[in-house]
């Protein structure tokens, strides 16, 4: 990418994400109370994963999981039919309200909108790892991960139980990373507010 475009791209991260942070105060507020109102636990969960240039990052959502099971699978994607979920965290997932709190991560510079999504430190593919999988895996890192990204507005979200499953999307990402256009982003961006919202099914 060259400089104009990379500053083209995180002049837009920024410009969005913290005013969409001030317009959704109000929201954080209100999920913020129902979290605590259920069960006292804390609001936000942390999580690491890969970020630019195969650094780790924490990722910050809204916690979804039970208090009583918040320190279990961790490391791991979860699907949205799990017995682990508060009644509130399961409304959370499925809205894909649980995410909006990594528009902090986008403001401080983890994170992009658009891009490939950033995986957990040792997600699987089926039974293997991703790193092991793929050779071409670590080029999906030279952008800042995203909210979403190519894979996502393809559907190829949520755990991948199957490696053809984990082909299509690391394809997808390569994709993105080669062709990468500012109207791309903005194609994305569209694509996911269109398609994406209110359908969770984890990122």
């Keep these: 990418m060259s400089p104009g475009a990379l500053f083209s791209k995180r002049t837009f991260d920024i410009a969005i994400s913290l005013g969409a942070l001030v317009a959704l105060t109000p929201l954080f507020l209100v999920v913020s109370a129902l979290i605590k109102l259920e069960d006292r636990g804390p ?18 959502k809204f916690r979804t999981m039970a208090q009583r099971n918040s320190g279990l699978g961790a490391g791991a ?9 508060s009644k509130v965290g399961a409304f959370l997932r499925r809205t894909n309200i649980d995410e909006i709190p990594q528009l902090l991560n986008v403001a401080k510079g983890d994170m992009s909108l658009i891009g490939p999504r950033c995986h957990p430190v040792g997600m699987l593919a089926g039974d293997i790892a991703y790193e092991e999988l793929f ?19 393809r559907g ?12 299509a ?9 080669q062709n990468y256009s500012f109207w791309l982003d903005i194609k994305i961006l569209l694509a996911t507010i269109r398609s994406e919202v209110g359908r969770g099914t984890g990122f």
């Design 43 to 60: 609001v936000f969960f942390f999580q690491e994963r890969w970020g630019q240039n195969g650094k780790k990052i924490r990722i910050i």
């Design 77 to 85: 994607s979860v699907g949205n039919n799990n017995n682990r979920f």
């Design 135 to 153: 050779p071409d895996y670590q080029q999906r890192h030279v952008m800042r991960p995203g909210l979403s990204g190519l894979a996502q507005i």
């Design 156 to 167: 190829w979200r949520g755990p991948t139980t199957r490696r053809g499953e984990a082909r």
């Design 169 to 177: 999307r690391i394809a997808c990402d390569l994709y993105y990373v």
